[in-house]
């Protein structure tokens, strides 16, 4: 019996020797791969370890923080909001937790989290807080604009696009060997024609997708005689831009052939620093760069340098506090006095947006958030534009083919004019339902396409309008309406509910709601195909005291809820959602049905719909496959939508 116990007490011992030295193993192993940036080997090393010692703060905190560089957005989540009631917790939980809340648009719940933050550093905390009010006061003011994933676009990271003879070239990594197309003209150009030295193996595919790891991007001068580009000399894990992938400048020359010749690294880059994102002017005599050099301000800042008539360019100069911050800026471009660049520091949406400032001589303007019709929560750099004015560059954001894509945004420009105060009444007769109702001012949407655009005058009257503003398309304006007149607008049901707002013995007859202007535009567009060249859009709220729907419709990015055509076709699929509607990019989906805005706390939920139950499945999967993971089907019910596994 005794020698039992005696083996049994053995036995333990040796299974508890075991269970530590397993558990030292998780922990030493977990660190070690943390500090190498190894955050996948990190993880799961650190979720073994919790299985052991699920009440390990310091390394939950850990965790936290692998999720989080992994892009794995709930997980880290989860872990945060469970540690950041904590005691004991490190500071940096909170401004962890803050920029991940922040980069899924959730500012006010960042903002508490900043708010904790600044007790312990108080700077930094509220000038975060300021910055997600900042953040929450224009996502009131939706920008209007047009924005596309572009078809070049692949499934790993792609290269910034490049602008060379007054266009922009995209590379096509889908064709095999790498291609450059032009925006413009869809000209083909192979990468293999611009060789870096006829006698080096090394190519402009081999630079721009290897030795930079899709980071690196090319700038040429206007006579293109003069090259800039930036290659990895040491490739960092994580895949990141850190002071662990130091990258540096070339300069090349270029023949009359095309091939890079005489290619040189920038003479003042030091090999333990990075040297990046380097921007020629047009006369090819200075550069604009981006490194994390000591000497500057925060992480990475700007700079630029000068070359002389000898051919020696000038020792760096920092452009100062008014661009550069404590934070990281990149990416410079000068397009003519305009300087475009990125920061993660100047007030934005979170992650790095893009800000522009003018330069007047010896000084810089305000630095200005470019807004949401170019920035998103995540990562957006690499700004361009072309000739017309549409602004080109790179992001990571939500519904990309995967890592870092390229977009394009088609910028609305709306004059400044007086707006209208009353209607036409003179050609107005219920003989002529479709005669002229407004002198209403004129606005450029894109190339010659030009609409009328104003806000209906009971919007002065009517507190925080701006705020709930949606828009209508207007087609008419009628004295002594009655009911046997609604029977001729029916046809135009197909393009949103039909309403008519009462003024002054006035009744205008209106289709809506469109929360997002552009979406009014585009039917707007349509109408006036249809004959009706008179209508324009105008900025209203909802309001039933002076406005009714005597015709309803399932129109495209209503609020209000279509009737079902039938019990078999209730399906719906819910594609994403956004704090700002213009960070959707419609051109991804809209060829699989019909698209709906829903609003929910201020949230905007895109619906796509409706369907049979079989090809709602059908089509759920070509929507993941277009980089929405998260869609899932709905069914609505009685005005209301529920999900549907």
Excluded at 22 to 38: A, C, D, K, P, V
Excluded at 119 to 126: L, Q, R
Excluded at 189 to 196: E, N
Excluded at 611 to 624: S, V
Aim: with cysteine; aromatic share 12%; net charge negative.
């Amino acid at each position: 019996m005794n020698n039992y116990r005696y083996f049994l007490c053995i036995l333990g011992c040796l299974l508890y020797t075991g269970y530590v030295s397993s558990q030292e193993n998780f922990l030493l192993s977990g660190i070690q791969q943390y500090e190498l940036r190894n955050f996948e080997l990190s993880a799961n090393n650190f979720e073994s370890y919790l299985k052991i010692v699920p009440t390990d703060l310091n390394v939950k905190t850990k965790l936290a923080y692998c999720y989080k560089s992994l892009g794995q957005t709930a997980k880290a989540l989860n872990i945060y909001e469970s540690i950041s009631n904590e005691s004991g917790v490190d500071s940096e939980v909170f401004f962890e937790y803050g920029e991940l809340l922040r980069s899924q648009a959730e500012f006010d719940l960042a903002k508490l989290q900043f708010q904790k933050y600044s007790k312990f550093n108080p700077s930094i905390g509220e000038y975060f807080m300021q910055s997600c009010d900042y953040a929450m006061t224009q996502l009131r003011n939706p920008s209007n604009c047009n924005l596309k994933n572009l078809e070049t676009n692949s499934s790993s990271n792609d290269i910034a696009p490049i602008h060379k003879d007054n266009e922009v070239l995209l590379t096509d990594q889908r064709l095999g060997d790498m291609t450059i197309k032009s925006v413009n003209s869809n000209e083909l150009i192979k990468a293999t024609s611009l060789l870096l030295n006829p006698n080096t193996p090394s190519q402009v595919d081999k630079v721009l997708l290897e030795e930079s790891a899709g980071k690196g991007n090319i700038s040429f001068n206007q006579n293109n005689d003069l090259v800039v580009y930036s290659k990895n000399t040491v490739i960092d894990l994580s895949g990141k831009l850190s002071a662990n992938s130091p990258m540096a400048i070339f300069i090349a020359d270029i023949n009359e052939k095309g091939s890079w010749t005489n290619s040189k690294k920038f003479p003042f880059c030091i090999d333990k620093y990075s040297y990046a994102f380097p921007s020629l002017t047009k006369n090819g005599k200075t550069v604009y760069f981006a490194s994390n050099m000591p000497g500057g301000y925060g992480g990475f800042d700007i700079y630029t340098s000068t070359i002389n008539e000898n051919g020696e360019w000038s020792a760096p100069e920092n452009l100062g506090t008014v661009i550069n911050t404590p934070g990281n800026e990149i990416s410079p471009n000068l397009i003519q006095d305009n300087l475009y660049f990125s920061s993660d520091w100047h007030n934005g949406f979170g992650g790095l947006d893009i800000f522009k400032t003018t330069n007047y001589g010896i000084s810089w303007s305000d630095v200005k958030n470019m807004g949401t019709c170019v920035n998103s929560t995540k990562d957006d750099y690499n700004f361009i534009l072309d000739n017309e004015g549409n602004g080109y560059f790179t992001s990571n954001r939500q519904g990309g083919k995967g890592g870092d894509d390229n977009y394009v945004s088609l910028k609305l420009k709306i004059t400044n004019a007086n707006r209208p105060t009353q209607i036409r009444e003179t050609n107005i007769s219920a003989k002529s339902p479709f005669a002229s109702q407004v002198d209403a001012p004129k606005s450029q949407i894109i190339l010659d396409d030009y609409i009328d655009v104003f806000d209906d005058p009971e919007l002065s009257n009517i507190k925080n309008a701006q705020d709930v503003k949606v828009y209508f398309v207007q087609i008419t304006a009628l004295t002594n309406f009655t009911e046997k007149m609604e029977e001729r607008f029916k046809k135009y049901s197909k393009y949103g509910d039909i309403y008519k707002v009462n003024v002054d013995g006035i009744t205008k007859i209106r289709i809506g709601v469109f929360p997002q202007l552009n979406k009014a535009l585009t039917v707007l567009k349509e109408l006036r195909k249809t004959g009706l060249k008179d209508a324009f859009v105008v900025g209203d709220v909802v309001d039933e005291t002076r406005m009714s729907v005597f015709i309803k419709s399932g129109s495209d990015f209503t609020n209000t809820v279509s009737p079902v055509e039938s019990e078999s076709n209730n399906y719906k699929i819910r594609v994403a959602e956004f704090k700002a509607p213009d960070w959707f990019d419609a051109s991804k989906v809209n060829d699989l049905g019909r698209i709906e805005h829903w609003t929910k706390s201020g949230i905007t939920i895109i619906i796509l719909g409706a369907f049979n139950e079989n090809d709602a499945r059908e089509t759920l999967n070509k929507i993941k496959s277009r980089g929405f993971k998260d869609a899932y089907i709905v069914k609505e019910e009685d005005g209301k939508l529920y999900r549907h596994d």
